[in-house]
């Protein structure tokens, strides 16, 4: 009888890469640069407990295939784009490192890989995908792909540690923008495999993918910081309004705005990439207000700066507007009904889009003004970097998800490391990320004069190499750096009948290796 689940001596957890993206002398869209500090990472995985079982998770969005070139739908439709995306993160300088130190691992005894879908790289659930990523890792050898093991269907994965079970999962299942449907991918999957032909209109993502494929993308090219916005959530929307308030318009508000899914009455969602599957959305009441709409993409800051300008509009009549671009056909999530009628009420205003009333409103207010405001927002009562935060919304949701049984459960998606414990003992981790860690301070957000003048040069500049090289004002009245070079680890293993676990962090050492050492102000959390 086959053991389940499998049991090691050791195992490793990291998350979000986001391996993606071009670079080259012109421009840098790749937010993921530890390629070859995660390769000697790795290699250093492969060489502990040389006498047992050593496991690597690698736990959700390992790639980023919403940036990569040609990837317009949210997802690669068919099988010559989905290699294509592959052959490229196998070649590219960046990302090389990373699959030779893979495939090097997997050739050793004893030495188990793990692959966990994400919300990045749903590609993973498509067969020709995952084929592919079995022959670079495994060249053709029998007994490496014994030990390669993926989860792409949303389970997540469970294994056994000494006498502690773990569950690793990344965790885009509890955010709402970054839900994915398991089912359409079954879809897609059987489509490529059957040879059919996919239309591009007839996938939906979700909300997050929206932000990124619609948005994000096209402001990365001027603004490049936003790529490291993440996860991408309703806060981000509102930083990207403030840059340019017309980008509203490019979103289908039904699906990407949380409030629109609540409260527009009888809402249905079609997931009907090749058939007529469809989910029926949260519904309550259709009445909703433009203000709450305004709530919902503004922070409090930015709603400030906005009723300080001296609306054009009004609240209600940006309502009306909403309502008719969602009923006109030819606008996303229109429908065909009703759109000339609703126009007649609005005496004049009925070419006055969303975004144009947001550009109205905040038109004379600079645009680095707007984006520090909108910044100051999205930090709110920012905790990032404290790595015990018992509010840490990732940390509460999963509570209600994980049995008495579970021992330790390792997540990632939002990138922020945790290492905490719930009041019934089973240990959290967040095994963070490996991509720039952008740190804004209430410092530097609170100097209006330095942002405008030092700061949003570089962050309009165009180029990554500038936010690399940017500091700011810290604490102490100290000069920080602006992205934050953090790269972590999760590790849970047996020494004789103990099972601990501890959040690491590796570094490089100055002399073309790592340091592995468990993260400051955290200790070692004991099994049950």
């Not at 196998?90 to 793990?114: C, I, M, N, Q, T």
């Not at 056994?160 to 690793?168: H, K, L, N, S, T």
């Not at 999957?189 to 619609?214: C, M, Y």
């Not at 509203?248 to 969602?269: A, H």
Request: glycine share 8%; aromatic share 8%.
């Amino acid at each position: 009888m086959t053991a389940y689940p499998r049991a090691f001596d050791e195992v490793y957890v990291i998350s979000d890469l986001h391996m993606g993206g071009r670079r080259n002398a012109a421009e840098n869209f790749q937010i993921f640069n530890r390629g070859e500090r995660l390769g000697r990472f790795i290699s250093y995985v492969a060489n502990q407990r040389k006498d047992g079982d050593v496991a690597l998770v690698l736990n959700g969005d390992v790639f980023d295939s919403l940036a990569e070139d040609g990837i317009t739908s949210g997802v690669a439709l068919d099988a010559p784009s989905a290699l294509r995306m592959m052959d490229h993160l196998y070649k590219d300088e960046s990302f090389a490192p990373v699959w030779d130190a893979l495939a090097s691992f997997l050739g050793r005894p004893r030495r188990h890989l793990v692959i966990v879908i994400g919300n990045h790289d749903i590609e993973l659930a498509l067969s020709v995908v995952e084929y592919s990523i079995r022959d670079r890792l495994s060249g053709g050898a029998s007994d490496p792909l014994a030990r390669l093991t993926f989860s792409v269907h949303g389970a997540g994965f469970v294994c056994q540690v000494g006498d502690a079970r773990v569950f690793c999962t990344h965790g885009n299942e509890l955010d709402e923008w970054n839900w994915v449907d398991y089912s359409a991918l079954g879809q897609l999957a059987n489509a490529i495999n059957a040879g059919r032909t996919v239309e591009p209109s007839r996938w939906k993502a979700n909300a997050g993918t929206q932000l990124v494929v619609k948005v994000m993308n096209t402001v990365k090219r001027r603004f490049p910081f936003v790529d490291l916005l993440k996860p991408e959530v309703a806060a981000v929307a509102g930083v990207l309004l403030m840059l340019d308030p017309a980008l509203v318009q490019q979103l289908d508000l039904s699906t990407v705005l949380p409030i629109w899914r609540r409260k527009q009455q009888g809402t249905r969602v079609t997931s009907d990439l090749l058939g007529d599957y469809a989910v029926q959305m949260l519904a309550t009441d259709s009445r909703a207000s433009a203000e709450e709409v305004a709530y919902e993409l503004l922070g409090a800051n930015s709603r400030e700066l906005a009723a300080a300008s001296g609306a054009a509009v009004t609240e209600d009549e940006l309502l009306l507007q909403v309502e008719m671009d969602r009923r006109s056909p030819g606008t996303p999530g229109a429908r065909s009904n009703g759109g000339s009628a609703r126009a007649e009420t609005l005496s004049g205003l009925d070419t006055l889009s969303a975004g144009e009333w947001f550009a109205r409103r905040l038109g004379l207010v600079s645009r680095p003004e707007r984006l520090r405001r909108a910044l100051q927002d999205w930090l709110s009562h920012d905790r990032t970097f404290n790595l015990r935060d018992v509010d840490d919304s990732l940390y509460v949701a999963m509570e209600s998800r994980v049995a008495d049984t579970i021992d330790f459960v390792v997540t990632g998606h939002t990138h922020l490391p945790r290492a905490m414990t719930y009041p019934g003992g089973c240990h959290y981790y967040n095994a963070g990320t490996w991509i720039r860690t952008l740190r804004l301070t209430e410092e530097v957000l609170a100097d209006s004069e330095f942002f405008e003048r030092n700061l949003w040069p570089m962050l309009q500049g165009g180029r990554m190499s500038a936010l690399d090289e940017a500091v700011i004002p810290g604490p102490g009245n100290q000069m920080v750096p602006l992205v934050l070079d953090r790269t972590n680890a999760v590790r849970i293993r047996t020494d004789g009948a103990r099972v601990s676990g501890d959040l690491l962090r590796v570094r490089d050492n100055g002399v073309g290796g790592i340091s592995v050492l468990p993260e400051e102000d955290t200790t070692a959390l004991e099994a049950r």
